[in-house]
């Protein structure tokens, strides 16, 4: 009986030292993920909508954000979004990184932020989803929403 309770508490002592081991070096990563996505996001924000070029988004986007619009819509979208006019002033965007890991899937990660930015028409609200796939961060979701915007609504 003793020494099922002796190696009970070795093995109970091993996995508070995983644990341990393992939540420190998530909260290390996941600090060092929030300073590149931030700085990712920052940039991206600054060269899209500067002067609203579909190119800089294009070249940025994830495989799944590609799949998702064609060049037409893109196109048209970023005529609406040139409503707003050119950057004024940039802010720094509000967010954080994700990891998250399943038994037999791959390691996800991934970013959301959003970005306040003031344009020459006025003021808009940026919302921007990054994935990281193979150590490259990319644009996975893009959304612009302003007052500007609604009151130039395009006609279908």
């Not at 996941?30 to 909508?49: C, H, M, P, Q």
């Not at 590609?66 to 965007?93: K, M």
Request: with cysteine; charged share 15%; net charge neutral.
């Amino acid at each position: 009986m003793r020494n099922a309770v002796y190696w009970f508490g070795i093995f109970a002592g091993s996995v508070i030292i995983a644990a341990v081991i393992g939540f420190g070096y998530l909260a290390y990563r996941g600090s060092s993920l929030d300073k590149e996505s931030r700085s990712y996001a920052n940039d991206a924000v600054l060269a899209i909508t500067s002067h609203w070029d579909v190119h800089a988004l294009t070249s940025r986007a994830s495989p799944n954000l590609t799949r998702s619009v064609n060049a037409e819509q893109l196109s048209s979208l970023f005529e609406w979004f040139a409503v707003l006019g050119p950057l004024i002033e940039g802010h720094d965007c509000i967010g954080g990184s994700s990891i998250a890991a399943f038994a037999g899937k791959p390691t996800s990660i991934t970013a959301r932020y959003v970005c306040h930015e003031k344009y020459q028409q006025g003021a808009a609200t940026i919302n921007l989803a990054l994935v990281k796939i193979d150590n490259v961060w990319m644009v996975n979701g893009f959304n612009v929403s302003s007052p500007v915007l609604l009151a130039h609504k395009p006609t279908p």
